[in-house]
């Protein structure tokens, strides 16, 4: 049986909007890549730190869009 183990040390952003609303309230940005999925190469990816709670505050950035 192998152990697959999990990096949650960074969190993946597909939004430049969502990128740009964690950046304001203080998340850390570690890195911008480009979009594998994208067949144009024109999107990108933004990589930030997983850290005070970041996960809850997209959870609050979702529900407000919807």
Do not use: C, W
Request: glycine share 2%.
């Amino acid at each position: 049986m192998t152990n697959n183990v999990i990096d949650r040390s960074t969190i993946i952003i597909f939004t430049a909007k969502l990128a740009r609303s964690l950046l304001k309230d203080g998340f850390t940005i570690v890195d911008i890549k480009p979009d594998r999925t994208d067949k144009d190469s024109k999107r990108s990816v933004f990589v930030f730190r997983n850290e005070n709670h970041i996960e809850d505050k997209i959870k609050e950035y979702n529900n407000k869009q919807l």
